[in-house]
């Protein structure tokens, strides 16, 4: 077995260390469900008789435990292009369940809402915090112990991380995550982005505009740029929580039936009464977080999960922070360039030997940890592989030893950057990620003065009056958990990219989110503490000023300003709007725990 490496080591003892006495009293918990809740034996016969009365042909199996009974935890819309598929699932999933005599029932339905119809507008003030109303949702479902396994339907932004948090407490059961995949590629990335820059500086109109996304965004399956939903695929491979090689199939293909069918297979085999028991609260242990941030890095994944990752965590008793992304970053080199960080998207990627190529690389370089316990018989292992048909049986090979395009993947030993591209930049105005693999290195640095505002919209009128020509660094504050629900702020992305075009030194600076889906411009994000006071103590942001000079920096870690900020009163916030069921997220917004511990109100306040 290849050695591992020396900051892998030391980055997964420190996190073990550091977590000792709240793994432990998860573990604690898990054991004790697992006792009480061993087989649904302890209901009342009036109890059971309600839980198969709707369930047909399954109702004996299930009434008289002749097998496993799997709940289903679905996120299902078809409003959203990737939830679409799943439609259908539930159907084939008893199907399929039955062939191996297990039955399945749809345990409850979660929210799953898409964060590029809400972007910019009221509603992705709810994104966030969605994801704690998923992990509530699912609790919900599964908290009716009719259930010897979990099988997850979810691929998007906050629905996964969600979906991973309510499992978690639920741990004493084995878990599959089943994908749906993306959507076939559309238009080009290039001519998209050049599309929406010309739309920023008013070269073409609405029409042309929606036409260009509509290209893009065109039919079934996830969207395809390598954002938060295909990082969240890409971790759930690393986690060891999908069948192997499932994450990037193409929907409605029979392979993607085959994978669907074999996780159903799967999770039958490895529950408790079988001679294989694999539970979810085992398979995600220190060493299957650490995989997942090493994962994030080497594919230059959304910075979005700088804040999933520890709410992930924190629900399995697991502690990491930003520190543990830094150390990380330094030592996980960059080996797959994939839109926007590259010029080829997910499919592209996949195309190019995908998952199987990444994760046999980070083996055999001891950047991931191959001892981890997996849903996969074979463990980390077997996730080097892909899967193929042979006619109707599902088999896998080996990845492939070299890349099938280099433009997409390249081994460790030859990356396209020497590490993972994640940065953990502080000072005296909080601590930040900055994403460094979208971003020329000649940009890492920008001094300037600041321009500062409370708004996107805002920033988009002073752009539009020409107010913002010349070396400026953005500040976007109040816009953190606590404030607003630390909407997305991609309209930004444009405008400043128009601006970097010009010649001009700029970055951006805000307690607000960015994702995968961010752009060239260099920027420090998910700023904490955030600019809206906690406890009475108002975080640096929201003293600064219009002209204070500001210093980000990925190359020596910097977030700072040369003014004086200690004799300033802070700026007042922009009173909480209403509407878009805003207000319904109050209690959210009130308790919600910094950035870096995860934005969670319902993490927060239960201890975790």
């Known amino acids: 077995m290849t050695e591992l490496s020396p900051v892998v080591a030391r980055v997964t003892e420190r996190i073990v260390a550091r977590s000792r006495d709240s793994r ?39 009434a008289t435990q002749r097998g496993p009974n799997i709940g289903i935890v679905t996120a299902y819309n078809d409003m959203l292009s990737a939830h679409q598929p799943y439609g259908r699932y539930p159907e084939q999933m008893k199907l399929f369940a039955r062939e191996v005599g297990a039955t399945a029932q749809v345990a409850g339905g979660v929210a799953a809402m898409c964060d590029g119809v809400t972007q910019g507008f009221a509603g992705m003030e709810l994104s966030l915090f969605s994801r704690d109303a998923i992990a509530l949702s699912t609790a919900v479902a599964l908290s009716h112990a009719m259930f010897d396994g979990m099988a997850m339907l979810g691929i998007c932004d906050k629905i996964v991380p969600g979906l991973v948090i309510g499992a978690l ?60 939903a295909n990082s969240n695929q890409m971790m759930m491979e690393m986690m ?57 890095l080497a594919t230059g994944g959304s910075t979005n999960h700088a804040i999933h990752l520890p709410a992930m965590a924190r629900a399995a ?163 953190g958990p606590r404030a607003n629900g630390m909407p997305e702020l991609h309209k930004l992305t ?3 990219g128009v601006l970097q075009d010009r010649g001009h030194k700029v970055a951006l600076v805000t307690d607000g989110r960015m994702s995968g889906a961010s752009g060239k411009v260099p920027a420090a994000i998910h700023v904490t503490p955030e600019a809206l006071a906690k406890n009475g103590e108002w975080g640096p942001l929201a003293y600064l000023r219009d002209g204070d000079i500001v210093r980000l920096s990925a190359d020596d870690g910097t977030l700072s300003t040369t003014a004086d900020l200690s004799s300033r009163e802070p700026a007042q916030p922009p009173v909480p709007e209403l509407g878009m069921g805003r207000e319904l997220f109050a209690m959210f917004r009130a308790g919600a725990s910094g950035a870096e511990q995860g934005a969670s109100a319902m993490l927060e306040m239960a201890g975790l």
């Open 317 to 479: 008793g697991i502690l990491i922070d930003w520190e543990d992304l830094d150390e990380l970053s330094g030592a996980v080199p960059l080996i797959a360039r994939v839109y926007p960080n590259g010029s080829g998207d997910v499919n592209h990627f996949h195309a190019a030997g995908g998952m199987g190529y990444v994760i046999r690389e980070l083996l055999g370089a001891g950047l991931a940890h191959g001892d981890i316990l997996t849903v996969a018989e074979g463990g980390m292992a077997d996730y080097a592989r892909e899967p193929h048909l042979e006619g109707d049986a599902l088999v896998w090979r080996d990845a492939p030893v070299v890349a099938r395009d280099e433009t997409m993947l390249r081994p460790v030993a030859t990356p396209f950057l020497p590490d993972g591209g994640m940065r953990l930049v502080q000072g005296n105005l909080g601590r930040a990620t900055f994403k460094t693999s979208a971003v020329d290195a000649q940009r890492w640095t920008i001094e300037a003065p600041a321009r500062v505002f409370d708004t996107q919209e805002a920033v988009a009128k002073a752009f539009a009056a020409g107010e913002l020509d010349r070396d400026v660094v953005v500040v976007v504050r109040f816009q």
């Open 24 to 62: 432990a009293r998860y573990l604690d918990l898990i054991q004790r469900e697992s006792d009480a809740f061993s087989d649904r034996g302890f209901l009342s016969c009036s109890n059971l008789a309600h839980g198969f009365a709707a369930a047909g042909e399954d109702k004996a199996s299930i």
């Open 169 to 228: 407490r639920f741990g004493h059961l084995p878990a599959v995550f089943v994908p749906a995949g993306p959507m076939p590629s559309g238009i080009s990335n290039k001519e998209k982005q050049k599309t929406r820059q010309l739309y920023a500086e008013g070269k073409v109109g609405r029409a042309e505009l929606l036409e260009s996304e509509s290209g893009s965004y065109h039919s079934p399956g996830t969207c395809t740029f390598y954002g938060t």
């Open 494 to 496: 444009p405008p400043l």
């Open 240 to 296: 060891g929580l999908h069948v192997p090689g499932s994450a990037f199939v193409n929907p409605g293909t029979p392979l993607r039936q085959a994978l669907t069918r074999a996780a159903v297979h799967r999770l039958a085999a490895i529950g408790r009464k079988g001679d294989d028991f694999r539970p979810m609260a085992h398979v995600v242990d220190e060493k299957a977080i650490v995989n997942a941030c090493v994962g994030l």
